[in-house]
């Protein structure tokens, strides 16, 4: 089946399949949060990118082949409300931005901008984007042979940037960073995969840049 990215809460995960790296997508928890579990095809080795909620769901989609990190993309709890029940039943890594870990139960080491993941043999590049929270990041991953894809977590959504409760100066800090640290550097064709919601490619959104500097949200 073709993967769109469409899914709902209770329902089952959208799975995309590439040549070194393995998505599936599932909505979970009251605020309809993405977890995203990233597996190597090649050695197995998974990661998943927000362990938000129902840890029973999650453990079925982990499987039998365990977990080597979870990755927190920022310190607000609907996304890390299954962290230390995933933890305990798989023994993985806890990772989060140094900004944000002292806000987020079960941490085991922190990132900075520019540092990777591994996931067997691909590996996913930190981008630090300030402004939905201090320590909110996205993790690329630059398909070798395809386009890149961009996990985004609150930072960045179809339609807009992620919430800023009307603070200024933190608006301005997250559009500066998702504009020059996204939209300059990568192209129309990245894909990327919020914290809620659809996905959408950098190409769908770019052209509304503007509007969102101008109207602050």
Known sequence: ???????VRGGPADVRTLPALTIGKLAVGGLGNNAY???CPATGRQVLVDAAADAGGLL???G?????AVVTTHRHDDHWQALAEIARATGAACL???ADAPGITGITATLREGDRVPVGDAELEVIHLRGHTPGSIALLYQDPGGIAHLF???ALF???VGATR???KNFRSLIDDVEHKIFDRLPDDTWFYPGHGDDSTLGAERPALPEWRVRGW
Do not use: C, F
């Open 1 to 7: 089946m073709t993967y769109t990215g469409q899914v």
């Open 37 to 39: 579990l990233l597996r």
């Open 60 to 62: 079925a989609m982990i």
């Open 64 to 68: 039998a082949g365990g977990l080597a």
């Open 96 to 98: 989060a931005h140094e």
């Open 152 to 154: 985004t977590g609150d």
């Open 158 to 160: 179809p339609g807009g």
């Open 166 to 168: 009307g603070n200024a």
